[in-house]
């Protein structure tokens, strides 16, 4: 069973659990994540978000996984996508302009997922598709974005798509259990082994 929040409640609870084993392990994650959500719509949200759960006291972090319905295809490969390379680029921009406000640039960015296009082109609950090679390059988007403003970035889509990755998205887009589980501890991983998160 995928736990509500996915993988990001995975590192909730792993959190949560070390702040039992020691209190001075103080960290809290929120996830404010919206489904079917594009970086036009966490542009709206993102200062809202933020200010209510940030305090000047506090070294918060914010984590952006953003871009797999950006990437999003109408119809057919031909037609125009949800959002164009070059305004996802700039949507990026505003997301860390607005961030920073708030971080003071303590951002990561976590890379896109790789689909099974056999069950995303088209997809089968709504007229858009989704494609391995359009999503690549919103992730690189992403890695270059975050290269760009010295942030770190956490790549996902080239360590599962150089595995048997098919299985953990049941519906081609999703991942199930077993894909939250390595995304979170990819992220765990990174965090841990590059001292993002001390206690």
């Given at each position: 069973m995928i736990?509500p929040g996915?993988?990001?409640?995975y590192?909730?609870?792993y959190?949560d659990?070390e702040?039992?084993?020691?209190?001075?392990k103080d960290?809290s994650?929120y996830?404010?994540?919206v489904?079917?959500?594009?970086?036009?719509?966490?542009?709206?949200?993102?200062e809202?978000e933020t200010k209510?759960r940030t305090?000047e006291?506090?070294?918060?972090i914010i984590?952006f996984a953003i871009g797999i319905?950006?990437?999003?295809?109408r119809?057919?490969?031909q037609d125009k996508?949800?959002?164009?390379?070059?305004q996802?680029?700039?949507?990026?921009?505003?997301?860390?302009?607005?961030?920073?406000?708030?971080?003071?640039?303590?951002?990561i960015f976590?890379?896109?997922t790789?689909?099974?296009?056999?069950k995303?082109n088209?997809i089968?609950?709504?007229?858009?598709?989704?494609?391995?090679?359009?999503i690549?390059?919103?992730?690189?988007?992403?890695?270059?974005t975050?290269?760009?403003?010295k942030?770190p970035?956490i790549?996902i889509?080239e360590?599962?798509?150089?595995?048997?990755?098919?299985?953990?998205?049941?519906?081609?887009?999703h991942?199930?259990?077993?894909?939250?589980e390595l995304?979170?501890k990819?992220?765990k991983d990174?965090?841990?082994?590059?001292?993002?998160?001390?206690?």
């Amino acid at each position: 069973m995928i736990l509500p929040g996915g993988w990001v409640q995975y590192l909730r609870s792993y959190f949560d659990n070390e702040r039992v084993r020691d209190p001075k392990k103080d960290f809290s994650v929120y996830n404010q994540s919206v489904s079917g959500n594009t970086t036009f719509g966490l542009i709206d949200r993102v200062e809202t978000e933020t200010k209510y759960r940030t305090q000047e006291d506090q070294k918060d972090i914010i984590v952006f996984a953003i871009g797999i319905n950006d990437s999003a295809i109408r119809e057919s490969p031909q037609d125009k996508g949800r959002t164009s390379k070059e305004q996802f680029r700039h949507n990026l921009s505003s997301l860390i302009r607005k961030a920073t406000h708030y971080v003071d640039g303590r951002i990561i960015f976590i890379g896109l997922t790789p689909v099974d296009e056999t069950k995303t082109n088209p997809i089968s609950w709504n007229s858009v598709l989704y494609t391995n090679e359009r999503i690549r390059q919103f992730e690189n988007a992403i890695l270059e974005t975050a290269e760009e403003n010295k942030l770190p970035f956490i790549p996902i889509f080239e360590s599962l798509i150089n595995t048997n990755y098919k299985p953990m998205f049941p519906d081609g887009l999703h991942p199930d259990t077993k894909g939250h589980e390595l995304i979170f501890k990819t992220v765990k991983d990174y965090l841990e082994k590059n001292k993002v998160i001390e206690f």
